[in-house]
């Protein structure tokens, strides 16, 4: 049986990662420098496979399906992205693991800003990461809060299953796709974690920190993109333009320069 932090690999080059008695999937390939690969909510390491295999010529790569995702299990518990955080930072330590790179999309973008804000890192590369919260109009807050009213008068006085069909009929028609398609406990992590904002610890990354961003993308908007440039001591800007909140996939080509460079691949 695994203990807290132990882990195990296979031929296949797969790891599984035990943290807090969760089984945490990781593929791993390469050798030299650890570059860590962070996905975005709603995805899985395989979004980063053409990545991993372009590093893994001169990098170990580590490449994560985070706790809820792709095959790792999910949390027992509501997590934030400071327990996502802690969970790289205890799987780095305990691999004794030294001065990683990271790439975070999205959502790993938020546990990487969390990260190298308190950790030495090698390189740092944002590509339409999360992390600045939001501006929200008025009828966003109505639509919220309209919501909630709903759900406490079904649940106050209607019959438990009447109540469930009508929140849930009233959900799938107006929450995100990313919220409907995510299990109970996930559809609670989102909803902590989405409105976290990290600002304040972008001016605590000291590594050298590459932004890359889709002038489309309306998840992550380019303004966020420009506030981590100006605010991260060491930081530029690449600007993909025509794409959206995927950029890095869809300019690969770009992209692969773009990284061909940063981690001097020759």
Not at 82 to 100: G, L
Not at 154 to 165: G, Y
Request: proline share 5%; net charge positive.
């Amino acid at each position: 049986m695994l203990s807290s932090h132990e882990f195990r690999s296979s031929v296949q080059n797969k790891m599984i990662y035990s943290y807090n008695d969760k089984k945490i999937h990781i593929e791993t390939s390469g050798e030299g420098e650890p570059v860590l690969l962070l996905h975005g909510w709603g995805c899985t390491h395989e979004i980063f496979a053409a990545l991993q295999q372009q590093l893994s010529c001169k990098y170990k790569v580590y490449n994560f399906d985070f706790p809820g995702f792709g095959t790792s299990e999910e949390p027992d518990h509501v997590w934030g992205t400071e327990e996502y955080t802690r969970m790289v930072e205890s799987f780095v330590s305990d691999n004794n693991i030294e001065n990683p790179s990271l790439v975070g999309h999205s959502f790993g973008g938020r546990i990487s800003i969390i990260y190298a804000s308190r950790n030495k890192v090698n390189r740092l590369v944002l590509t339409d990461a999360a992390g600045i919260k939001p501006k929200r109009s008025f009828s966003y807050y109505r639509k919220v809060y309209t919501f909630k009213a709903l759900k406490w008068i079904c649940n106050t006085f209607l019959p438990k299953k009447t109540a469930q069909a009508i929140i849930e009929k009233r959900r799938k028609g107006a929450g995100s796709s990313d919220y409907n398609n995510a299990s109970p406990m996930m559809r609670a992590i989102l909803s902590k974690v989405v409105n976290e904002d990290l600002t304040p610890l972008l001016p605590k990354i000291k590594a050298p920190t590459l932004l890359f961003w889709g002038n489309l993308d309306t998840a992550t908007p380019l303004s966020d993109a420009k506030t981590m440039e100006r605010l991260i001591p060491d930081a530029g800007l690449v600007i993909a333009h025509g794409t959206g909140h995927f950029s890095f996939l869809e300019n690969a080509g770009l992209f692969n320069a773009v990284m061909k460079n940063f981690f001097k691949l020759g």
